[in-house]
């Protein structure tokens, strides 16, 4: 350090003192010592700065004795004291006093007139010595610390000039665009990276403000913010925003803005940092894209078709909407036989005419899948618009479509909704449409239909019947009615026509006519007709042992599945033999459908049963296309003549005379072939005056009685 | 000091208006590195309390001793945290007259005690300065000044003369304390001297002095011996352990008197088994 000191100033001439000499010097530097110490911090010890004080002390014994005199030494230990940093403010004042007072007296030296004068001389000299020393000592201290300050200055400045200039060059140099504007929005500086993005230069760009970057796209919420933003309310955001390019392209960006305060905290500056995701962006529109397509056709897919229904529903911008569900008929067999690759392009040629006659805004054509392929049609007037796009769409597939040398005709299936939006979903639209395209196949192809609510709810409920029959037959929901045949001669009850009815938890009780069918379908009519036919001889048995010869056969309908069914024979003569029921007490009803134009097997099953004992008898005769030549073969007992040819015989005072011809006729007929008559629907006594007349044998109808129950029965055999 | 929320790269204001802890304490010493506001506050202070001008030396008497005393035990390479501006018997001076191949590195937070070590002390190669805020160990011990000059698998002498009484307890200087502990190798010293007294020796004549400095110059806390004591964990005292400066191994029977039992700061020296 420049304060380099050598403290251990060279006493010369020590050899040469007395040793009482050196001893009052040795004291007297103690005392010295003693007077200075604590006033300034001297780097040594108090043993060391005594040694100090001693050499200086010793230097100034030479100087009282010299000759010639010289005041020098004086001067030297006044430097010395300061340069050992005795710098305190009363160490001079302390050290003049005491060599005045006591050095003299310690060196045991007279203080004569010379000596005093001496003394004083050199006290004066170590005054002027180390005031000049500690000038200059506080001068170069303060040179040095006013150096210090303006190295550091310096240094905090370079520091600060290194700091701006790193932010600069991350300004200017950032791959992602910055841009700087005062709060009322003038933009005040951009960087290279914004100036490339917007190809605007700073000087163009110092021109706008930032309202003027407002891009027609923009979203709500980016200059809501915008407008928090500046008055304050938040400190920064994110946002996607497009800008319009100089060149009039669009880029798309991720914007953080982010105001910047002054020291009281007010809103001063705002940055933007943008950064350009147009690259990203597109991609993301493809890959989009390539999601909501179908890559064969082209078309929308049905993931876009749910959206825009979706959307449709969301916005309600319009009050009413429509859907075609489309499905090519028979594409499976095209497909099929002449492979996939045909299969596809006509897929993509269907696409194509669909797309074509269904063009304009609010109209989405697109594939689902398959040969399935839904238009939807937003904001329709009503059905018949929907029913127009139908019809265009049937037409537009009329022309055959050729395809590698084949040329194909095509027809396709449309499923119809058209509604009102409120009250409906987007799932209830594609559901209907589904099932009114099923309809339209149903119908016969090549052709729409309509959705239609009731047909719906029929169809809803003949579904939920024929689910729920076959817990229904073990619940033993059925029961078996009975309603009188009636000899015209007497008016006796000679048989019953069992009618199975069905007690619905849900829908009440339910006549056959809305459930045999079903059953017919489903197959349950084995099951259901087996018990109908046990109930009604169990009932016949009881009937015969209360009233003998007087007890009524049981008239049983067979459907059609069940006449086929070869476990037929063998059912009926068990249920016979467990009833112990004599075989001419049942009659089993069949239509004549279910007799004529069946195979052998069922005949041979009706001649075994007739064979039996088993009376046979053709409901609803002259509905169908009898061969009557045939019937004659058959094993046949009964003829029950249609309800339908009792109208003519109805009225009490006019008789049609057609249909009493066609009822006589069968009656001669029936009569010839010995077979007996039975008038159904016979409603009013007219009818049944006149069917006895004609040579009717037995005549059923509410007129007679309606179906009842087996106690019923009781009662009027009874009677 | 009272802006540690500025980042490493933008140094404080070179204020001269203010006082600074280096410059009054060089005014307390007797040097002439400072101006005329430093000596304002330190007459004013120095005016209430007059002892305190022992108090002063006698930290700066700790530092020589606690230097000569690691030297005595091998020590060659010394971390000076809160080093102040040079004056007379630096660390470096003290340890480079016994072992002329010591190394030093001292640490300051003002820029100007600082631009003034390194004016004096171009040229020596075995002395570094950093200007870093001494409370971010990291950024001390993992500075280029520290790593170039001295040797982690060797004992370092670490000194916090007259510092910590800068270092409130929201700062955790007892954290700050281990983090050094934790990076010098076992066999290192640690020295520390700090403004305190204990119970009841407080008086309520230097309370003016006191708020002078703190709204002045610096916030200062006193800590008992017990809290000075608490900042060796992990070390051994050496003898005599937390004393009253004075009485932490005195040269001379001399420089101890009635007042060195009460003194107002304590010191003591560690090592790190
Ligand atoms: C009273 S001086 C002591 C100087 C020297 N250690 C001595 O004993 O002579 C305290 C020094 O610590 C410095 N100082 C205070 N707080 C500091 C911190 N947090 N980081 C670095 N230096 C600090 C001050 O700038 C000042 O120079």
Not at chain 1, 533 to 549: P, S, Y
Not at chain 2, 73 to 98: K, M, Y
Not at chain 2, 148 to 167: E, N
Not at chain 2, 230 to 246: I, K, S
Request: proline content about 4%; hydrophobic content about 40%.
């Amino acid at each position: 350090m420049t304060e380099q000191v050598d403290h251990r100033v060279a006493a010369p001439g020590r050899s040469n003192l007395d040793p009482a000499v050196l001893a009052g010097a040795e004291s007297f530097a103690r005392t010295w010592a003693t007077a200075v110490i604590g006033s300034s911090y001297v780097p040594m010890t108090r043993a060391e700065v005594a040694e100090h004080l001693q050499a200086l002390t010793e230097v100034l014994v030479h100087a009282l004795h010299a000759s010639p005199f010289r005041t020098a030494p004086g001067y030297e230990i006044g430097a010395r004291l300061v340069e050992a940093h005795f710098t305190g403010t009363d160490t001079l004042g302390r050290t003049v006093q005491l060599l005045g007072d006591d050095l003299l007296g310690e060196l045991g030296i007279q203080p004569d007139e010379l000596m005093r004068s001496r003394l004083a001389a050199l006290q004066g000299a170590l005054a002027a010595g180390y005031a000049r020393a500690l000038r200059e000592r506080t001068l170069a201290e303060q040179e040095a610390i006013r150096a210090a300050v303006l190295d550091a200055r310096d240094q905090a400045e370079a520091a600060l000039r290194a700091s701006e200039a790193r932010f600069r060059a991350m300004f200017t140099e950032a791959a992602i665009g910055i841009g700087i504007a005062d709060i009322e929005g003038r933009i005040l500086d951009v960087n290279q990276a914004l100036q490339d993005m917007l190809g605007f230069s700073v000087e163009e760009m110092r021109q706008y403000n930032i309202r003027d970057l407002m891009h027609p796209e923009d979203g709500g919420s980016v200059w809501r913010l915008y407008d928090q933003l500046t008055a304050g309310e938040c400190d920064h955001y994110r946002a996607e925003k497009r800008f319009r390019r100089a060149d009039g392209e669009q880029v798309w960006t991720h914007l953080t803005l982010s105001l910047v305060r002054d020291d009281h905290g007010d809103p001063q500056y705002q940055v933007a940092m943008i950064e350009d995701v147009t690259d990203r962006h597109l991609l993301q529109n493809r890959l989009r894209y390539q999601a909501l397509h179908d890559p064969l056709t082209g078309l929308p897919n049905r993931a876009l078709f749910l959206e825009r229904l979706g959307r449709v529903f969301n916005n309600r911008a319009r009050h009413r909407a429509g859907l075609c569900y489309l499905d090519l008929d028979g594409f499976k067999v095209i497909n099929d036989s002449l492979g996939h690759d045909i299969g596809d392009q006509l897929l993509v040629e269907v696409g194509r005419r669909l797309d074509h006659s269904v063009s304009g805004e609010g109209k989405l054509v697109a594939r689902m899948g398959g040969d399935e392929f839904v238009i939807l049609v937003e904001g329709s007037q009503d059905t018949q618009d929907i029913v127009n796009v139908a019809d265009r769409v049937l037409r537009e597939l009329e022309s055959p479509i050729r395809i590698g040398g084949h040329e194909l005709t095509v027809s396709a299936s449309i499923g119809i909704v058209e509604r009102a939006l409120s009250g409906t979903t987007a799932a209830d639209l594609m559901r209907d449409a589904d099932i009114t395209l099923y309809w339209a196949k149903a119908d016969g192809k090549s052709r729409w239909a309509l959705y239609n609510p009731e047909r719906n709810a029929k169809e809803v409920a003949r579904f939920t019947l024929s689910a729920t029959m076959p817990a229904a037959l073990e619940r033993d929901e059925f029961y078996v009615d009975y309603q009188p045949l009636v000899r015209l001669e007497d008016s006796t009850v000679v048989g019953v026509e069992a009618l199975v009815r069905w007690q619905h938890p849900e829908f009440g009780r339910l006549a056959p006519d809305r459930f045999i069918e079903l059953a017919e379908e489903t197959g349950l009519i084995v099951p259901l007709g087996r018990w109908v036919l046990r109930k009604a001889c169990e009932q016949a048995r009881r009937w015969l042992e209360e009233f003998g010869d007087a007890a009524p056969f049981v008239s049983v309908n067979l459907a059609v599945r069940q006449s086929r069914d070869p476990e037929l024979v063998r059912d009926v003569k068990r249920i016979l033999d467990e009833c112990a029921l004599p075989p001419h007490h049942l009659q089993l009803e069949l239509t004549e459908s279910a007799i004529m134009g069946t195979a052998d097997e069922p005949l041979e099953a009706l001649r075994a049963l007739s064979e039996m004992g088993v009376r046979i008898a053709i409901d609803d005769f002259g509905t169908g296309y009898s061969n009557l030549a045939y019937l004659k073969h058959l094993p046949v007992h009964e003829l029950k003549i249609a309800g339908s040819f009792m109208e003519g015989l109805r009225a009490a005072d006019e008789e049609d005379a057609v249909d009493v011809q066609i009822v006589s006729t069968l009656v001669q007929l029936a009569h010839a072939l010995q077979l007996g008559v039975t008038a159904e629907g016979v409603e009013t006594p007219a009818q049944a005056k006149r069917l006895h007349r004609i040579g009717c044998d037995t005549g059923q109808g509410w007129f007679f009685a309606k179906p009842m129950k087996p106690e019923s029965i009781d009662e009027l055999l009874r009677r | 000091m009272d802006s540690v929320e500025r980042p490493n790269w933008a140094p404080d204001d070179i204020d001269l208006g203010r006082p600074s802890i280096a410059r009054v304490y060089d005014y307390w010493l007797g040097g002439a590195h400072n101006f005329a506001v430093d000596r304002a506050v330190g007459d004013k202070v120095l005016a209430d309390v007059p002892v305190l001008k022992s108090v002063i030396l006698n930290h700066r008497a700790f530092l020589r001793r606690a230097v000569r005393f690691m030297l005595s035990q091998g020590i060659r390479q010394f971390l000076d945290l809160g080093s102040g501006i040079p004056t007379v018997g630096n660390v470096h001076e003290i340890a480079q007259s016994t072992d002329p191949d010591a190394r030093v590195v001292y640490v300051d937070v003002d820029p100007v005690a600082v631009a003034h070590s390194r004016a004096i002390l171009t040229g020596n190669e075995l002395v570094n300065v950093l200007q870093t805020d001494v409370r971010d160990a990291k950024q001390v011990l993992e500075s280029t000044e520290v790593q170039s000059l001295l040797d982690f698998d060797r004992p370092i002498g670490v000194l916090m003369v007259a510092l910590l009484h800068f270092v409130p307890d929201s700062d955790d200087p007892h954290g700050i304390v281990a983090d050094y502990r934790d990076a010098i190798p076992s066999g290192s010293f640690l020295a520390i001297s700090h403004a305190g007294y204990e119970e009841g020796e407080w008086d309520p004549a230097w309370d003016d002095a006191k708020t002078t400095y703190n709204r002045g110059v610096s916030e200062m806390t006193y800590r008992r011996k017990q809290e000075v004591q608490a900042l060796f964990d992990g070390f051994e005292l050496v003898e005599p352990g937390v004393a009253r400066l004075p009485l932490w191994r005195p040269e001379s029977p001399d420089d101890l008197d009635e007042n060195s039992a009460h003194f107002l700061s304590f010191g003591a020296v560690g090592r790190k088994p």
